[in-house]
C-alpha cells in the first residue's frame, strides 16, 4: 500500500515527536470512549473531558497562586538545602578518609529507610507550618545528590591525576580543574533525581498536615468527593515538576556544556 | 529511524494501549461487580464487609457489640470491617464496590451523590452531630464569628468534618478559605490542645472521643457550634442500590443486630463496656477515657421518630444539604447542585431492623454475666 509506506517513511522522519503524540492521543480517545461507555467507574477515573473542565476551574480557583507558591517555597528550599548538604557532605566523604568510613555505614542505614514515613513523625517534631516540609524535602533530596557526588568525584581517572601530579598541580588547581569538571554530570544526575524526590516530599508532608499548597489541594478535593479535580491537582502537580525539571535541565546543558558537545 | 523500527513502535504501542485499556476496564469491572458477598465459614454465614471512617472501637460500639454478643451469626452473618480512610473514602469504597456497606458522615455523601455516584443511604446512623467547635472554658472566643483571623485545629483535611465545618464558618459570615486558618493533625485530641496551648490555634473541631478524652483529663471545654439546628442527619449507612436490591434481607438482618446491641449497652453500660475490651484491647490503655466516651455514645443512640431505630429525617437532610449549598456559592469546587434527597434515601429497612422482641434483649443484658 503506497499511502502506507508513504505514512510510515513519513514518520520514520518525524518518529519520535509525532509517536509520543500519537501514544497520547490514542490513549486520551481510548480513555474517553471508555469512560463514556461507562466501562471505567467515574468514582476511580474520571474522563479526560471531565479532568480538563475541571483543570479549568482548578486554576481559576482564588487560592491557586497561593498553593503553587507555598508548594515551591518548600520544595526550593528544601532542595537548596539538600543538595547543598549533599554536595558538602560527599566532597567532605571523599577528601577526607576518615569521615568516609565513619559516616558510611548510616548513609547506607538511612538510605533503606523509606522516608516518607517520615512525614508524621516531622510534624511532631517541627510542628506546623512550613518547617516539617521543607525538612521533607531535604531529607528526600539529600541522599542522591550526596551518593552521586560522591561517584562523581571519584570518578576521575588514574591517568588524568597522574598528568595532574606531572605538571605539579596543586590540590586546588586538581580538584578544579579536573575533579569537579568530572564530577559535574553525576552531580547533576543527582540533583535531577533530587529534585524531584524533594517536591515528593514536599507534597506528602502537604498530606498529613497542611491547610495550602498543592499537595493540600489533592487532600481537599478527595474529601470534596471531587475525582475530577483531584485528578486536575495531580496533573498540576505533574505539570510543576516537569518545569523545575527542564529548568534545571537547562542548567546542566549551560553549565556541563561538554557533555552535549561530545555527544554523550 | 528505520521505516520497520517505526512500524514496530507503533504497532507496539496500539497493543500496550489496549492491554493499558483492558486492565484499566477489568479493574474498574472488578470492583463494580464486587458486591456478591462470600460464604465465609463453615456454619454458612455470608460475609458483608463493613466501611468505617475510623478503627472500629468504642466509637462504633453497636458493630463490635454485635459481634461479641452473636447478634450477627444469628441473623447468618459474619463481618469484616475496614477502615479505608475517612467518610469520604468510605463513600468512594463503597460505590467502586470495594465495600458492601458503609458508615459515613453526610456531608460526603451528599457530595458524592450530587457527582453522579449511585447509592442508597438506607439506615441513619446517630441524631447527634459528630463534630463540634469547641474552645478552652476561658477562651476570648465566644461565636464562630469571633475566630476571624484565628486558626482552628482539626483533624485530617480529608476528614468528613471540613465541609460541614466551612459551611458552618461560612453560615458565621467569615470566608473558610481566607478568613481562618487551619491546623491539621491526628484524630487525637493532644495534637490539637497542644496547638491551643501554644497559640497556634484559638478553637477546635472535635469528634466525642476528643470531648470524652478531655473530661477524663479535667479540662474544661465550651461549645460554639451546639446550638446548630442541622443535627438530625450526621452520619448513616450507604450501599450500592443493587447490593440493596439483591440482599435486602440480610441489610436488614445486618441493621436489626447493630439495633439489638445499641438497646443491650443501653440497658447495661458496664457489660458493654467489659464486651468491648475484646473488639480492640489497644484503645483501653486509658479505661477512664472508653468509659466516658462509651456513655456518651450510648446515649447518643436514640431514636428519632415513632421510637424506630434508622430512620432517615428528609427534612434534616434537605436542611443540611441547603446548608451546603449556601456555602457552595462563594466555592466552587464545593457543593453546586443539590440531589434529590427522596431518592437518596430509603427508609424501607427500617420495620425490618426494627423487628424483635426489644424487652427480651434487654432482659437478656440485665441478666448479662461475662
Known amino acids: 500500500m503506497p499511502g502506507f509506506r508513504w505514512l510510515v517513511a513519513c514518520g520514520a522522519r518525524h518518529a519520535t515527536p509525532f509517536g509520543s503524540v500519537l501514544i497520547l492521543a490514542v490513549a486520551l480517545l481510548a480513555w474517553e470512549a471508555a469512560s463514556r461507555a461507562g466501562l471505567i467507574p467515574r468514582i476511580l477515573v474520571p474522563a479526560p473531558t471531565a479532568i480538563a473542565l475541571a483543570l479549568r476551574v482548578l486554576v481559576g480557583l482564588p487560592r491557586f497562586p497561593a498553593d503553587v507558591w507555598t508548594t515551591t517555597l518548600e520544595t526550593l528550599s528544601g532542595f537548596a538545602i539538600g543538595a547543598g548538604l549533599g554536595i558538602g557532605v560527599g566532597l567532605s566523604m571523599v577528601y577526607v578518609r576518615f569521615l568516609r568510613r565513619l559516616l558510611q555505614p548510616y548513609v547506607v542505614a538511612f538510605q533503606v529507610v523509606p522516608k516518607v514515613t517520615l512525614a508524621p513523625l516531622f510534624v511532631t517534631f517541627f510542628g506546623f507550618g512550613l518547617l516539617p516540609k521543607v525538612v521533607m524535602a531535604v531529607v528526600m533530596a539529600f541522599f542522591p545528590v550526596l551518593v552521586n557526588a560522591v561517584t562523581g568525584l571519584e570518578s576521575v581517572g588514574e591517568d588524568e591525576t597522574q598528568l595532574m601530579r606531572s605538571l605539579v598541580a596543586s590540590r586546588w588547581q586538581t580538584?578544579?580543574?579536573?575533579?569537579?569538571?568530572?564530577?559535574l554530570p553525576y552531580i547533576f544526575a543527582g540533583l535531577k533525581t533530587g529534585l524531584t524526590l524533594a517536591l515528593t516530599g514536599a507534597i506528602v508532608a502537604e498530606f498529613v498536615s497542611a491547610a495550602d499548597g498543592l499537595g493540600a489541594l489533592v487532600m481537599k478535593f478527595s474529601s470534596d468527593l471531587n475525582v475530577s479535580l483531584m485528578f486536575a491537582a495531580i496533573i498540576v502537580n505533574c505539570l510543576f515538576g516537569l518545569s523545575l525539571y527542564a529548568i534545571l535541565e537547562f542548567w546542566e546543558h549551560r553549565l556541563v556544556f561538554w557533555k552535549h558537545i561530545s555527544g554523550d | 529511524m528505520s521505516a520497520h523500527a517505526v512500524v514496530r513502535v507503533m504497532k507496539t504501542s496500539v497493543i500496550a494501549v489496549c492491554v493499558l485499556g483492558a486492565v484499566v476496564t477489568g479493574s474498574g469491572q472488578l470492583g463494580v461487580n464486587r458486591a456478591q458477598p462470600a460464604v465465609a465459614t463453615a456454619q454458612q454465614l455470608t460475609q458483608i464487609r463493613v466501611l468505617l471512617p475510623f478503627l472500629n472501637g468504642t466509637s462504633f460500639f453497636p458493630v463490635g457489640l454485635a459481634d461479641q454478643l452473636g447478634y450477627f451469626k444469628d441473623e447468618g452473618i459474619s463481618v469484616d470491617v475496614q477502615n479505608p480512610g475517612e467518610s469520604s473514602d468510605v463513600v468512594k469504597g463503597v460505590v467502586a464496590g470495594n465495600g458492601d456497606v458503609g458508615l459515613s458522615l453526610v456531608p460526603p455523601i451528599i457530595l458524592g451523590a450530587s457527582q453522579g455516584f449511585p447509592m442508597k443511604v438506607v439506615a441513619n446512623w446517630l441524631y447527634v452531630r459528630v463534630h463540634d467547635v469547641y474552645v478552652l472554658a476561658a477562651s476570648p472566643i465566644n461565636t464562630l464569628a469571633d475566630l476571624k483571623g484565628q486558626a482552628i485545629a482539626t483533624s485530617d483535611p480529608n476528614s468528613g468534618?471540613?465541609?460541614?465545618?466551612?459551611?458552618?464558618?461560612?453560615?458565621?459570615?467569615?470566608?473558610?478559605?481566607?478568613?481562618?486558618?487551619?491546623?491539621?493533625?491526628?484524630?487525637?485530641l493532644g495534637p490539637k490542645l497542644a496547638a491551643i496551648q501554644a497559640g497556634k490555634a484559638a478553637a477546635m473541631n472535635i469528634e466525642p472521643n476528643n470531648q470524652s478524652a478531655a473530661q477524663a483529663q479535667g479540662i474544661q471545654l465550651r461549645c460554639l457550634t451546639c446550638d446548630n439546628s442541622v443535627r438530625n442527619t450526621s452520619e448513616a449507612w450507604l450501599v450500592q442500590p443493587q447490593y440493596l436490591q439483591q440482599h435486602r434481607p440480610l441489610l436488614g438482618g445486618f441493621f436489626r443486630a447493630l439495633v439489638k446491641a445499641a438497646i443491650f449497652a443501653q440497658a447495661n453500660p458496664d457489660a458493654a463496656f467489659e464486651l468491648m475490651k475484646n473488639v480492640r484491647p489497644a484503645e483501653f490503655a486509658n479505661p477512664d477515657a472508653v468509659h466516658i466516651l462509651l456513655n456518651a455514645e450510648i446515649q447518643s443512640f436514640g431514636t428519632y421518630a415513632d421510637g424506630q431505630h434508622g430512620l432517615l429525617d428528609a427534612d434534616g437532610w434537605n436542611a443540611t444539604q441547603d446548608f451546603l449549598l449556601r456555602a457552595g456559592q462563594s466555592d466552587p469546587t464545593g457543593l453546586q447542585t443539590g440531589v434529590e434527597i427522596d431518592t437518596l434515601i430509603d427508609n424501607s429497612l427500617v420495620a425490618e431492623m426494627n423487628n424483635f422482641d426489644a424487652a427480651a434483649i434487654v432482659t437478656q443484658a440485665q441478666n448479662y454475666a461475662p
Open chain 1, 175 to 183: 580538584f578544579s580543574k579536573l575533579a569537579w569538571p568530572a564530577a
Open chain 2, 161 to 188: 468534618g471540613m465541609p460541614l465545618l466551612q459551611a458552618e464558618l461560612q453560615n458565621a459570615g467569615l470566608d473558610p478559605d481566607k478568613d481562618v486558618s487551619y491546623v491539621f493533625s491526628t484524630d487525637d
